[in-house]
């Protein structure tokens, strides 16, 4: 009998059975025999080693009592292991239930994906019976489906797709690790050394890597967050583990991140008189208008995103034939229209009416927010007329507001580099200053609190028709704009209830201008099932498209435009007219908002441009354009298992630009009139703010030129209290991430 040193080797494993030792007692005799001494020679270490064992074995009851356990009973245990915490962590629950469950909900996956990794090594690498490896599979393939049977939706209450995704991002790569690790190991000699070499080289470049991301994660556009005595400094060991995967690693298998172009292009565009002008490479065959309703006046109960508003759009879109023969003329209040060609489309947006043709808005009496209150015994709040500052600029400056949902202050310079590089040159002394803040803190888990915190002040509303923070400019002759590019009303959804009848329309009442149609519509916004899924609709992991282009280019389309229309009304200024009427424009994007955190690489180029134009067109020199988040990501790996996650949730981004003017008068106030003789802006950049601060810098701004003191103070034009903690600056205890040290 002839043994070599290989098949000696490959043939102990098989000996890993209940006779394990007495084979290899078998073994040693052979090898011994005369017989094999005039063979090929053995190496005998794989005996003795295994012997070894053997011995060990023998010394040990629980051991040998585990080698005895058949090895289909040893794959019942890990499934059933792998199906009971993969339903533990199904549990469902409202919003703030998933959050304070989810170290449990992420450990239960965890479990889940080590008891399945396993039973799939067992399958490749261990000796296992044809039959019982096909039955294994088998088994596995129907758990499978019966766990996602059981719970594959895409809410807080039902979240098994969720889940199912990130059990997949640990599951695959782990497990191909593991079979890559298995097979080089197999054919190549030595490899365990040569594999600890490349651990350690890897792991001294990821420590490197580490180091740096841990210094830029201070880093902004102009300054770095401070570590000053006295000031909160965020809680845990905050080390950013995600900065080490490359753009792309966590949605790389979901798509292409780029849209698809139409297979016609189609000129359309609409002039000054409302008319519709379109050409088709087709020709005028088969080409139709969907004139889109305008919907700023429906009712709230029109506006209920959960299959109502979407539909109701669908329902009262009107498709006319279009033909070049004769004018298409739009009606007056249309915003937008999607022209089909064949089997392609394309959006046209307008600004209209337009700002010459827009009433100037009387407020209602029992409604007026520019009455303190409605009780005529009241007392008036104490106001400050900046005319008593010689050479004080008295118009009311503008206000554009970029809401990016779902964005730290760490993941916008991670993910949108490019804006992060104009946002830098928005910062040019005499003109117009750029301000970062550093300690900008979220007070909720989501956007509910966090825009109501920004919008009405508040975050339970301590009044009936509580009404948005547009309504107070709409109130003091400023045109008011807003997209709603998620196919949602924001006063429906977040304090419908707070109104006391559904039958009147809020938007109405506190916008000139809005645009939520071409959001709504199916090819975007699915209208059956969950419109909020993983692969279609405002929070999908994949580019969200829509007719060849990104959802948020129609959104910035519409921007540019009112932008045009509002610039040429300013232009009067030239001509000493009085009659100038300020703007304010309020968006919000949402692609921020989606486990990968990958999507918002495609924002950068169009945010970019936008901030660019506005640089360039020279309206910052009297318009306050603030760039920020209500908050950081809240869901996916980083969130779910690391404290630098849990941190980058309550620090959102924040950065403004203020005209110069602006600038000096409140350095100026705060000299004269502050309590502390700071900068404002300097001071206010490294200490704890919060939305709070963004509603009263947002009242401060719509009182121009005679603002309420109170605001002043506890807005951002005002240096806020050195040392603030949570409970001073309004952030709850279990949302808190920024906490003053103790002292020794």
Same mark, same amino acid.
């Given at each position: 009998?002839?043994?070599?040193?290989?098949?000696?080797?490959?043939?102990?494993?098989?000996?890993?059975?209940?006779?394990?030792?007495?084979?290899?007692?078998?073994?040693?005799?052979?090898?011994?025999?005369?017989?094999?001494?005039?063979?090929?020679?053995?190496?005998?270490?794989?005996?003795?080693?295994?012997?070894?064992?053997?011995?060990?074995?023998?010394?040990?009851?629980?051991?040998?009592?585990?080698?005895?356990?058949?090895?289909?009973?040893?794959?019942?245990?890990?499934?059933?292991?792998?199906?009971?915490?993969?339903?533990?962590?199904?549990?469902?629950?409202?919003?703030?239930?998933?959050?304070?469950? !989810?170290?449990?909900?992420?450990?239960?996956?965890?479990?889940?994906?080590?008891?399945?990794? &396993?039973?799939?090594?067992?399958?490749?690498?261990?000796?296992?019976?044809?039959?019982?490896?096909?039955?294994?599979?088998?088994?596995?393939?129907?758990?499978?489906?019966?766990?996602?049977?059981?719970?594959?939706?895409?809410?807080?209450?039902?979240?098994?797709?969720?889940?199912?995704?990130?059990?997949?991002?640990?599951?695959?790569?782990?497990?191909?690790?593991?079979?890559?690790?298995?097979?080089?190991?197999?054919?190549?000699?030595?490899?365990? &050394?040569?594999?600890?070499?490349?651990?350690?080289?890897?792991?001294?470049?990821?420590?490197?890597?580490? &180091?740096?991301?841990?210094?830029?994660? *201070?880093?902004?556009?102009?300054?770095?967050?401070?570590?000053?005595?006295?000031?909160?400094?965020?809680?845990?060991?905050?080390?950013?583990?995600?900065?080490?995967?490359?753009?792309?690693?966590?949605?790389?298998?979901?798509?292409?991140?780029?849209?698809?172009? @139409?297979?016609?292009?189609?000129?359309?565009?609409?002039?000054?008189?409302?008319?519709?002008?379109?050409?088709?490479?087709?020709?005028?065959?088969?080409?139709?208008?969907?004139?889109?309703?305008?919907?700023?006046?429906?009712?709230?109960?029109?506006?209920?995103?959960?299959?109502?508003?979407?539909?109701?759009?669908?329902?009262?879109?009107?498709?006319?034939?279009?033909?070049?023969?004769?004018?298409?003329?739009?009606?007056?209040?249309?915003?937008?229209?999607?022209?089909?060609?064949?089997?392609?489309?394309?959006?046209?947006?307008?600004?209209?009416?337009?700002?010459?043709?827009?009433?100037?808005?009387?407020?209602?009496?029992?409604?007026?927010?520019?009455?303190?209150?409605?009780?005529?015994?009241?007392?008036?709040?104490?106001?400050?007329?900046?005319?008593?500052?010689?050479?004080?600029?008295?118009?009311?400056?503008?206000?554009?507001?970029?809401?990016?949902?779902?964005?730290?202050?760490?993941?916008?310079?991670?993910? !949108?580099?490019?804006?992060?590089?104009?946002?830098?040159?928005?910062?040019?002394?005499?003109?117009?200053? !750029?301000?970062?803040?550093?300690?900008?803190?979220?007070?909720?888990?989501?956007?509910?609190?966090?825009?109501?915190?920004?919008? !009405?002040?508040?975050?339970?509303?301590?009044?009936?028709?509580?009404?948005?923070?547009?309504?107070?400019?709409?109130?003091?002759?400023?045109?008011?704009?807003?997209?709603?590019?998620?196919?949602?009303?924001?006063?429906?959804?977040?304090?419908?209830?707070?109104?006391?009848?559904?039958?009147?329309?809020?938007?109405?009442?506190?916008?000139?201008?809005?645009?939520?149609?071409?959001?709504?519509?199916?090819?975007?916004?699915?209208?059956?099932?969950?419109?909020?899924?993983?692969?279609?609709?405002?929070?999908?992991?994949?580019?969200?498209?829509?007719?060849?282009?990104?959802?948020?280019?129609?959104?910035?389309?519409?921007?540019?435009?009112?932008?045009?229309?509002?610039?040429?009304?300013?232009?009067?200024?030239?001509?000493?007219?009085? *009659?100038?009427?300020?703007?304010?424009?309020?968006?919000?994007?949402?692609?921020?908002? @989606?486990?990968?955190?990958?999507?918002?690489?495609?924002?950068?180029?169009?945010?970019?441009?936008?901030?660019?134009?506005?640089?360039?067109?020279?309206?910052?020199?009297?318009?306050?354009?603030? &760039?920020?988040?209500?908050?950081?990501?809240?869901?996916?790996?980083? +969130?779910?298992?690391?404290?630098?996650?849990?941190?980058?949730?309550?620090?959102?981004?924040?950065?403004?630009?203020?005209?110069?003017?602006?600038?000096?008068?409140?350095?100026?106030?705060?000299? @004269?009139?502050?309590?502390?003789?700071?900068?404002?802006?300097?001071?206010?950049?490294?200490?704890?703010?919060?939305?709070? @601060?963004?509603?009263?810098?947002?009242?401060?701004?719509?009182?121009?030129?005679? +603002?309420?003191?109170?605001?002043?103070?506890?807005?951002?034009?005002?240096?806020?209290?050195?040392?603030?903690?949570?409970?001073?600056?309004?952030?709850?205890?279990?949302?808190?991430?920024?906490?003053?040290?103790?002292?020794?």
């Amino acid at each position: 009998m002839s043994y070599s040193r290989l098949s000696l080797r490959d043939s102990l494993p098989q000996y890993s059975n209940g006779n394990s030792c007495e084979s290899a007692s078998t073994l040693g005799v052979q090898s011994a025999s005369p017989i094999a001494n005039t063979q090929d020679k053995i190496d005998l270490s794989y005996y003795h080693v295994f012997s070894k064992h053997c011995t060990h074995v023998n010394n040990n009851k629980f051991a040998n009592l585990l080698l005895h356990v058949p090895k289909p009973a040893v794959v019942a245990g890990l499934l059933t292991i792998f199906a009971t915490s993969y339903l533990l962590s199904l549990q469902a629950g409202d919003l703030i239930y998933i959050k304070d469950h !989810l170290g449990i909900i992420g450990a239960e996956l965890v479990v889940s994906v080590i008891s399945l990794t &396993v039973v799939t090594v067992m399958l490749y690498a261990g000796r296992m019976r044809s039959n019982t490896r096909r039955a294994t599979l088998l088994l596995i393939l129907c758990i499978c489906a019966a766990l996602y049977w059981y719970d594959h939706g895409e809410r807080f209450e039902h979240h098994g797709f969720y889940n199912l995704l990130v059990f997949l991002v640990i599951f695959v790569p782990l497990n191909l690790a593991i079979a890559l690790f298995y097979v080089l190991w197999r054919k190549i000699d030595n490899f365990i &050394v040569y594999f600890f070499i490349f651990l350690a080289i890897g792991g001294i470049s990821a420590g490197v890597s580490l &180091v740096h991301y841990r210094r830029v994660f *201070d880093q902004g556009a102009l300054g770095a967050f401070q570590y000053i005595p006295g000031e909160c400094q965020w809680t845990g060991r905050n080390i950013p583990f995600i900065d080490l995967l490359p753009a792309g690693t966590q949605n790389f298998w979901a798509g292409s991140m780029y849209c698809r172009p @139409e297979s016609q292009k189609i000129k359309a565009s609409v002039d000054g008189d409302g008319v519709l002008r379109v050409a088709c490479e087709s020709g005028d065959k088969d080409v139709f208008v969907d004139v889109l309703p305008e919907t700023r006046q429906w009712p709230l109960k029109d506006k209920d995103m959960w299959h109502v508003f979407n539909h109701l759009i669908l329902k009262k879109v009107v498709r006319i034939p279009y033909s070049s023969s004769r004018p298409f003329v739009l009606n007056e209040t249309t915003q937008a229209v999607v022209v089909r060609c064949g089997s392609s489309s394309t959006i046209v947006t307008r600004v209209s009416p337009s700002l010459a043709k827009l009433p100037v808005f009387v407020p209602p009496s029992d409604s007026d927010t520019r009455l303190a209150s409605n009780s005529a015994s009241a007392q008036k709040p104490a106001r400050f007329n900046t005319s008593r500052v010689a050479q004080m600029r008295l118009e009311q400056p503008n206000v554009v507001y970029l809401m990016l949902d779902a964005v730290s202050r760490r993941q916008f310079y991670r993910r !949108l580099p490019r804006s992060a590089q104009v946002l830098k040159t928005l910062h040019r002394p005499g003109n117009h200053r !750029l301000f970062e803040l550093y300690r900008y803190h979220s007070v909720g888990f989501s956007t509910d609190n966090n825009t109501k915190a920004a919008y !009405l002040g508040e975050i339970y509303p301590s009044r009936l028709n509580p009404l948005p923070i547009w309504a107070y400019y709409r109130d003091r002759g400023y045109v008011t704009a807003r997209i709603e590019g998620s196919c949602d009303d924001w006063a429906k959804e977040l304090v419908g209830n707070n109104f006391d009848s559904q039958d009147y329309s809020i938007g109405n009442r506190s916008l000139d201008y809005e645009l939520a149609s071409p959001f709504c519509l199916p090819e975007y916004y699915p209208n059956v099932g969950n419109a909020y899924g993983n692969f279609k609709g405002p929070y999908s992991i994949t580019a969200r498209c829509l007719y060849g282009r990104y959802v948020h280019d129609w959104a910035f389309d519409y921007l540019y435009q009112l932008r045009r229309e509002f610039r040429k009304h300013h232009a009067k200024k030239l001509e000493h007219q009085k *009659d100038v009427r300020p703007y304010m424009i309020t968006t919000s994007f949402l692609e921020g908002h @989606e486990g990968t955190g990958e999507v918002l690489r495609t924002l950068d180029d169009s945010l970019a441009a936008f901030i660019e134009s506005m640089r360039d067109s020279g309206e910052l020199d009297d318009t306050v354009l603030i &760039v920020c988040a209500d908050h950081g990501l809240h869901m996916g790996l980083n +969130f779910a298992f690391l404290q630098n996650g849990r941190i980058e949730h309550q620090n959102p981004f924040f950065a403004m630009s203020v005209p110069e003017w602006l600038h000096e008068f409140s350095e100026t106030y705060q000299t @004269e009139y502050g309590s502390e003789k700071v900068s404002p802006f300097v001071a206010n950049e490294q200490r704890l703010m919060t939305p709070f @601060e963004t509603h009263h810098t947002f009242r401060v701004l719509a009182d121009w030129p005679e +603002f309420e003191t109170d605001s002043w103070k506890r807005s951002l034009f005002a240096a806020q209290k050195a040392g603030r903690t949570c409970e001073e600056a309004g952030v709850g205890t279990k949302y808190c991430m920024c906490k003053i040290p103790a002292t020794r």
